[in-house]
Each structure stands twice: as C-alpha cells, then as structure tokens.
C-alpha cells in the first residue's frame, strides 16, 4: 500500500460516486449494462476473444471477471466453461449477473468489492483475470494491478482494457477551426472534470455521474510490468468510422484511439515486489 492519509478521501468519494453512476445506468437500462444475448452466447469466445489470446479454450480455467458485473462477461465466460468469479462494486451490476446466472442456469461466484482491494481473494486464485474498461474509476491503477498478479498463478494470464489517456485529454466536439483539442494536463493526480460541452461521442466516452482518472501509459503499460506480469501483446481496437459525422465517436476515432488492449502474463516464481512508480507533484 503506498496511499497516504491525503489519498484516501478521493478513492472514497470516487469510488461512492462511481458506485451510484452503474447503479444509475442499470436502472435507466444504459447500453454498458445489457446482459449477453442469445447469439452472443452461441459463441461466447468468439464474442468476448475474437483475436484469440485465450487460445480457444477456457474451459475449468478458474477466471476473474474485474469490474465486469453486468450479466455479460459472467454468462459468457460461464457459458465457455470457465469457472467464473466477478468482482464489481455496484450492487446493481452484480444484480444483472444473478439474474442471468439464475435465467440460464449458470453459478458464477459474486462479490461487491472494489477492484484495489481483493482482500476476500487468496493468493494464486485464478488463471485467468479479464478486466473490461474500469480502471479508470480508482486513482491509483498501480494498486489494481499489484491484486491482479497477486490473485494470479504463474502464467496465469490478464487481459485488460483502458481508456486511452489521450482520449482522455482531448475534447468531444469539433471547435471552430474543425479540429479535436487537448483540454486537460497530461501529468496530473486529480479527477478528469467533467465534460463541458457534450457531443453524440459523449455516451460512448464518458459515464454520467462518474469521476475519472487520467493514467499515463508509463503508470499503464510500466505498472502492469512492475507488478511482476509481461506484456505480450498489445492493441488499440479499431473504432474508425470515415463516414460518420463530425463530433461522432466514429469521427473522433479517426483522430484518437479510445481504448487501449492489453495481454499480459504472470512471471513465475513469487509475486514480484512492485516498484512503485514516482508521484508527479504538481507545482504553480
């Protein structure tokens, strides 16, 4: 734990905030909570791992959905064969997954925590940990990356999906020259501000209500390194649309990938001891 006395009060309030936003987007039946569809299970890896990281076969791997409640990732990866843990902090998402679980006959074990702290979870738990877009929610992504190796066997793998920190930067609409702008610092330890001048990207960017962080690639890419994991592979999924309007998701894609995709693998041996990454002190 490397969170001072100062630290503490922003994790609460964000994550009490971001807890109420996916409780919100549940009740208002929001797209990032939709549980897997019948087609979507026909093909449960083929949906969730089109690239194949996963080989093809997750069948009896004990497997970590982080931040994923939803009734989607749990379905499908039970579906595969995976013997299925989620961690999410909205009672609301999680409410999605027993619902699911219970409607086709799956037993995924559930448990509301933050994704920093999986205290409840014994060392060398799982094979695989797979963790949808979130990490932007807490403001130290180092912490979460230290659990996930820690919660892993050596070898064992974690796949995870980020808000680019670039996209997090820049604006959603078009200004009066045509072009995307850079808002916000790049170096900072205080919660993105919330979007002042909302476009039709704004849905798919940013989640009403919710605080968010900006993390760099280096506290990314060299933390998930740092905790004792490799990296793999590496993507930034596509989401260009050359014919969809200005101030669209699409559009903005063009300019700046929205997400970055991440494969990495558990070294062998003992968890690593994590080097921590230095804390930028803003000053001025």
Known sequence: MNET????????????????????????????????SDAELADPLGTLDPIGWLGGNVKGKRLLCLAAGGGRQSALYSAAGAVVT???????MLELDRQVARRRGLSPRLIQASMDRLDMLADGSFE??????????????TQVFREVARVLVPGGLYISQHKSPISLQVSHSRDVSSHYRIEHEYYRDTAIPPVTKPSSATKRLREPGAVEYLHRYEQIIGGICRSGMVIEDFIEPLHVDRDAPADSFGD?????????RVLARRRGGPAAAVATTPKIILSG
């Open 5 to 36: 006395a100062d630290d503490l009060p922003a994790r609460s309030a964000a994550l009490t905030a971001n807890q109420r936003c996916y409780d919100s987007l549940v009740a208002a039946e929001a797209p990032l909570c939709r549980p897997a």
């Open 128 to 141: 695989i940990v797979v963790h949808p877009v979130s990490s932007c929610y807490v403001p130290d992504v």
């Open 252 to 260: 903005r894609a063009r300019f700046v990938a929205p997400y970055l």
């Open 86 to 92: 989620v961690v999410d902090i909205s009672p609301a």
